[in-house]
């Protein structure tokens, strides 16, 4: 049973991630029929004021460090360090670890749960934009950059800052059921699973040449989306052979033809989809897809939700009428 919480803070947390876990996990909640958590804010040196990534605003934890141990779940927030976090509690997590308890990262948290030898060999995730340090930090680790949290049993991490929400939700309906999960999820006004992953929220950038036999046929191509392309037509437009074209192609934007034109024509589509009312089929044929099939193949693959969904949480808002 799930019921006593420690949450760890270092200095510099972020004070949105460690609301998240103090919303789900710190609020009495026994009158709507729902079980108490014996909550516990912990820190190297209880009672010392801990910096917080917002200006003028800082933490006091109450505990210390031999609360992680007593606790069901450690729960890391965000932090601005990545690395040279106190040994203190770096050793604290990971007897905690060692003792049993469930240990869930929110966002950067999981760069914590590295330092504390939780990820080796485990699938994990983090924030989008620190996927690449997680992994470069921590070899032995799969980071996962897709989705929105990873469960692995004893450790659960989340992707960034609300992905924390949708990790907690998932942890509670795991170890106390749907029920209650759905319960705190009304209470806080949040659906209480969301679907597709962080790949929705990454913006894709165009592959870059320094080629100058490349970059007038890659700005061709981005101008003209909409018609059909063949290897055989860019290279003669790059006046190389095939084979050459293709070499250089690969060597120059890191990827193949066909899927810098795909991943093209998604952001194309992404971009249609926020920013006009056209249905798919009409952006299909903008976007040079052809047909509204091979675009919701392509996009829900590379974007991980359905276009019709994407449009629904990016797109145009409805106006909002007012009263004089």
């Known amino acids: 049973m799930l019921s006593k919480v420690a ?5 510099r947390m972020a004070m949105f991630e460690f609301g998240v876990i103090c919303e789900v996990f710190g609020m009495d909640r026994t009158a709507d029929g729902l079980p108490a958590f014996d909550f516990k804010v912990c820190g190297a040196e209880p ?16 505990y210390g460090l031999e609360e992680l141990v007593k606790a069901d779940l450690i729960a890391i927030p965000a932090a601005n360090a990545k690395h040279g976090f106190d040994p203190r509690v770096v ?3 990971r007897d905690a670890a060692a003792a049993g308890a469930i240990v869930l990262t929110v966002c950067s948290g ?12 485990r699938k994990c995730t983090t924030h989008w934009g620190h996927v690449d340090e997680l992994a470069a930090l921590y070899p032995n680790a799969t980071v996962d950059p897709d989705v929105l949290f990873v469960d692995e049993g004893n450790l659960i991490t989340s992707a960034g800052t609300a992905a924390g929400i949708d990790a907690c939700l998932h942890l509670v ?3 106390l059921g ?12 949040v659906p209480p699973q969301r679907d597709g992953g962080q790949r929705q929220f990454i913006e894709r950038p165009v592959a870059t040449c320094t080629s100058d036999s490349l970059v007038s046929t890659l700005e061709w191509m981005n101008d003209n989306l909409d018609l059909p392309h063949t290897i055989e037509e860019l290279a003669a437009r790059s006046t190389m052979s095939t084979r050459t074209f293709a070499r250089r192609f690969a060597a120059e934007t890191g990827t193949t033809p066909v899927k810098w034109l795909t991943n093209q024509r998604v952001l194309l589509t992404k971009q249609l989809l926020e920013e006009t009312d056209l249905g798919l089929e009409q952006i299909a044929t903008r976007a040079g897809f052809g047909s509204g099939a091979l675009l919701r193949h392509h996009f829900q693959r590379l974007v991980g939700i359905a276009p019709t969904e994407y449009r629904r949480r990016f797109g145009p808002c409805e106006p909002v009428e007012t009263s004089a």
């Not at 009672?47 to 109450?62: M, N």
């Not at 999981?110 to 060999?121: K, N, Y």
């Not at 749907?178 to 006004?189: E, G, H, L, T």
Request: proline share 6%; no cysteine; aromatic share 2%.
């Open 91 to 93: 050793d604290a997590i």
């Open 173 to 175: 309906r795991r170890e």
């Open 110 to 121: 999981a760069f914590m749960a590295g330092a504390a030898g939780l990820l080796d060999g």
């Open 47 to 62: 009672g010392k004021p801990l910096r917080s990534t917002a200006p003028g605003v800082s933490v006091t934890p109450d």
């Open 7 to 11: 949450v760890v803070l270092s200095d």
């Open 178 to 189: 749907s029920a209650v999960a759905n319960a705190i999820a009304r209470r806080m006004v």
